[in-house]
């Protein structure tokens, strides 16, 4: 059972690129979310999504989309990045029933550099 | 807006020592409160959780106690072990829903033989 799966683990982008981090899961989880995690400031809710075609902002979204075309997937696209957003960024899924809407399952991580 | 403050780190313990991550939030209502732990190069993964207040979470010798008196949720060990080295995260989920946890800033520890 994979879980939470993204790729690439690490990426050096130039300022003004654009690229898409993936995140993939098998658990048959209705939500989904991307973090970027920071130093001395914790995790940061960008994009999350409730279900598939559903989408919705966090604390975080400026400069970053989604979209929510299957259950599994839920990519997370810089459309032109900037140095700001050198980060280390999580995607995490949960189930919606009562026992399991309160637990998060995160990925590994995907280390983005912007120069 | 909901937060969570936690200890300042990085904390530095000998094998055996007590261990006490020091955890308060502010939310309106009754949020569930959470604490994921993060191992190197790996991503978080819950540690425990209380629902309600004065329950009591524990799993791997961790124990937290939900107090609604004091806003806290402070994270205890009796005896830490090398392999308790990581970053602790306290968190909480107010009415928003699943996904719209709210994080502290995180609190390295780093446990030597």
């Known amino acids: 059972n994979a879980g939470v799966t993204q790729t690439p683990k690490f990426q050096v982008l130039k300022t003004g690129q654009s690229m898409t981090l993936q995140c993939a899961q098998d658990m048959n989880h209705e939500y989904m979310s991307w973090y970027r995690q920071d130093p001395g400031m914790g995790l940061r809710l960008i994009h999350y999504?409730?279900?598939?075609?559903?989408?919705d902002q966090g604390e975080v979204p400026n400069g970053y989309n989604v979209s929510r075309s299957t259950t599994e997937d839920f990519p997370l696209r810089l459309l032109s990045a900037a140095p700001s957003q050198t980060s280390v960024y999580f995607c995490?899924?949960?189930?919606?029933?009562?026992?399991?809407?309160?637990?998060?399952?995160f990925g590994a991580g995907s280390r983005l550099t912007v120069l | 807006g909901n937060s969570v403050t936690q200890m300042e780190g990085p904390v530095t313990l000998s094998e055996e020592a007590f261990l006490t991550i020091n955890c308060t939030y502010t939310a309106t209502g009754y949020p569930s409160l959470f604490w994921y732990v993060q191992y190197p190069g790996e991503g978080l993964q819950l540690l425990l959780k209380?629902?309600?207040?004065?329950d009591k979470g524990s799993n791997k010798g961790f124990e937290a106690t939900y107090r609604k008196e004091t806003t806290s949720f402070h994270l205890e060990k009796g005896s830490v072990q090398v392999s308790d080295s990581a970053v602790y995260f306290c968190a909480l989920r107010g009415f928003q829903g699943a996904q719209k946890l709210v994080f502290g800033q995180g609190t390295r520890l780093t446990i030597n033989p």
């Open positions: 999504s409730v279900g598939a075609g559903i989408t």
């Open positions: 995490a899924s949960s189930s919606a029933g009562e026992s399991g809407a309160n637990v998060l399952t």
């Open positions: 209380a629902t309600k207040a004065d």
